[in-house]
């Protein structure tokens, strides 16, 4: 199993970043690739972004292309963490933000964590 856990939400202006932070811990050694979705009020869980553990091939969502960035990932001792840099946030960006990570023989995201709410004021 793979344990996901998301720190760094809260409140912010917008045009203000933030940054959430997403540490696995557990089988990180079958995880390949580690991604962030959002999900707001009344509508559909989205992909925001996404990172191969291996080789750091990076896919992001054309909503926030040019101002989010999944950030450096770390191995250190079986735990892994991956970042979700957010700069110029808008309000539309408010939802819950969710870590989620693919093993080797998955066939979809996998693992997920608690999420983190992200709010944006105008």
């Known amino acids: 199993q793979v344990q996901l856990v998301e720190s760094g939400g809260g409140l912010v202006q917008a045009g203000g970043s933030l940054r959430l932070s997403c540490a696995a811990s557990?089988?990180?050694?079958?995880?390949?690739?580690m991604a962030w979705f959002r999900q707001a009020a009344g509508k559909e869980r989205e992909f925001v972004a996404s990172?191969?553990?291996?080789?750091?091939?990076?896919?992001?969502?054309d909503s926030v292309k040019g101002r989010f960035t999944i950030s450096t990932i770390s191995r250190d001792n079986a735990k892994t963490t991956v970042y979700l840099q957010m700069n110029d946030l808008q309000p539309e960006d408010t939802a819950v933000y969710y870590c989620?990570?693919?093993?080797?023989?998955?066939?979809?995201?996998?693992?997920w964590g608690q999420g983190a709410q992200v709010t944006v004021s105008s």
């Open positions: 989620a990570a693919i093993s080797y023989g998955d066939s979809d995201w996998a693992y």
């Open positions: 557990g089988r990180t050694f079958s995880v390949y690739a």
């Open positions: 990172r191969r553990l291996s080789g750091g091939l990076t896919y992001n969502s």
